[in-house]
């Protein structure tokens, strides 16, 4: 049966009213890298640090029931001191971040990863340091990457961007009457055309903003592209560029290269300071 148009106009008010909710913020200063861009939220930082601190400590628990959590005492060590040099440096982006409550782990676990939640909450599988032989420089590229998408606070927009695309498409097949199979494909439609490259855009930021971090703690940026080139020849063959919430490596090592330049100069007058 028809929508009658007052119950429309109604569903339509609710939209809106979810748009305008969204807050237009600038998480971040530019840096040396000029990362300004303002984001949409609606999403409060505060829902998503709690549900954070709370995933972080289910994590860290699952890991040390399992006898995971930092088992050699020499790799988490090496991975907390690379951290507390990349984390002093994140007051350039926010200052804020300085008085965050940090933590760094270790998960052991094959696979080549590495995160941060929000509110700096850090975990490095020991796949990543093993399969990678990485080297110190390598590894401040990847957590200065990881902090980075939380000093962008890349979660919680996502979260925002997924309220409201929700909201949206459910309410547009509503109006619309396209049924649940209608509403599936506004989805699949939504994440390849605004979804997926809203998800690379946020891992070029992370990357640039990753290589200004290792810099100024004194790490050389060009480990970056080696990183990266590492990550490639591991990860064998990858999905198409359309449908990948990544970019290519071959596009993330052009950017990298660019950026590890431009940021070369905070590196060396680091090095003549240490």
Known sequence: MPIKPIIKSSILS????????????QTTQGGAV????????LV???????????EYAQVLA??????????????????RNIANRLIPQTGV???????????????????????????GKIAVYTGLIDKLSIT????????????AHALREHARERASQQAVA????SIGAALLGIGDLGQQ??????????????SRSNETEADRIGVELAARAGYNPQAAVSLWQKMAKLGGEEPMKFMSTHPSSADRIADLTVYAQRVDPLYQQTRKTR
């Open 62 to 79: 699952e890991a040390k029931k399992k006898n995971l959590l930092n088992r050699n005492a020499a790799q988490t060590q090496r991975v």
């Open 34 to 41: 000029g990362v300004d861009r303002r984001q949409q939220m």
């Open 14 to 25: 609710v939209a809106l009213l979810g748009v305008v909710a969204c807050e237009s913020v």
């Open 166 to 169: 929700g909201s949206a498409i």
């Open 44 to 54: 409060s930082s505060q829902e998503i640090d709690a549900a954070a601190s709370k």
């Open 185 to 198: 494909s506004a989805q699949y439609a939504y994440m390849g055309l605004l979804g997926l490259p809203n």
């Open 93 to 119: 982006f926010r200052p804020d971040a300085l008085k965050w409550q940090w933590e760094i782990n270790v998960l052991s676990s094959d696979e080549p990863n590495a995160w941060c939640m929000p509110g």
């Open 136 to 147: 110190d420089d390598e590894l401040a590229a990847v957590m200065g990457h990881e902090i």
